[in-house]
């Protein structure tokens, strides 16, 4: 069936004339504008590089992704793993575990910053977070050998994690409109990149390594990284203006003050038991 046009009789903007306007049925819409396509269903978006105005006008509708829950989850599972292997008893085991702890606590945020401006929820990055699980279960599995000789297997989860950032950095920079935004984005790339070869090369020179040596190599690594991303603070093309890096940071921070929470309850739960075990309970 045709659809018929109406015409109608119109005032202009002069009170002693008038127009006829013809009247198009409205189009129907397509299946794609029906059902638009929602995140994750492109194997590739292209990212946004220059976010001087991007993140302004879709500060309201960025949020944590299910993706990036489960990544800081993963995150938190290493910190109670290592929690429960280094108990902290003395000055040496304290150190010991505030090394751990910022090594893994940058290594999160540095990942978070990216993804709170960068990330695109497609099948790519699914397959980069992907990677980066399987390098926090090298974390895990390596995390008792953390301040020993055998800590080759911790450096290279590291070096995995770094490389697999300095790949998500390079499709930025591929996609940067112009050498202003690529500038920022090269730095970034840089900075993680000779991270990466820092803890590549340490990972293979362990045994040869002192413990002072390999903390020294790591710690310039992370350094070089901070000090890249305090150089870039006030850079308007990679702002955290209208990023969603507040409510990461408070997600992280709630899940760690749960895992605690859990892990005093436990403790709660062994010193009331304890008489029962002890046999106390019958004298």
Same mark, same amino acid.
């Given at each position: ?79 109670? #793993? ?5 108990? #902290? ?19 999160? +945020?540095? %990942?978070?910053?990216?993804? @709170? ?13 992907? #990677?980066? +699980? ?22 290279? =989860?590291?070096? @995995? ?17 112009? =050498? ?21 090369? =340490? ?8 413990? %002072? ?12 990284? @901070? ?10 093309? @990679? ?45």
């Amino acid at each position: 069936m045709v659809a018929s046009h109406h015409r109608r009789f119109l005032l202009s903007d002069s009170p002693f004339t008038f127009e006829i306007r013809e009247i198009k049925p409205a189009r129907s819409k397509t299946n794609d504008e029906k059902h638009p396509a929602g995140p994750g269903k492109y194997a590739f978006k292209k990212p946004v590089a220059d976010l001087s105005e991007q993140l302004a006008h879709e500060a309201e509708k960025k949020s944590a992704t299910w993706m990036e829950l489960f990544f800081d989850l993963a995150f938190v599972a290493n910190i109670t #793993i290592f929690t429960h292997q280094h108990p #902290i008893i003395n000055a040496t085991t304290m150190f010991r575990y505030c090394g751990w702890f910022t090594i893994m606590w940058w290594m999160w +945020l540095s %990942q978070t910053m990216f993804d @709170v401006r960068f990330s695109t929820d497609d099948l790519l990055n699914r397959i980069w977070k992907l #990677i980066q +699980l399987f390098a926090l279960a090298g974390f895990a599995g390596n995390g008792y050998h953390f301040a020993s000789s055998n800590s080759n297997g911790f450096a290279l =989860s590291y070096a @995995v994690m770094k490389l697999v950032l300095v790949g998500q950095y390079f499709i930025v920079w591929i996609h940067a409109p112009n =050498s202003r935004c690529r500038r920022p984005i090269l730095l970034y790339m840089l900075a993680n990149f000779i991270s990466f070869v820092m803890w590549w090369t =340490s990972a293979f020179l362990v045994e040869a390594l002192s413990n %002072q040596a390999r903390y020294s190599i790591w710690f310039s690594a992370i350094g070089i990284e @901070v000090l890249a991303t305090i150089v870039l603070t006030n850079n308007a093309t @990679v702002t955290f203006i209208g990023s969603h890096l507040p409510e990461r940071l408070g997600l992280f921070t709630l899940i760690i003050l749960g895992e605690s929470v859990m892990g005093i309850f436990m403790v709660t739960d062994d010193l009331v038991d304890a008489p029962r075990k002890l046999g106390w309970d019958n004298l």
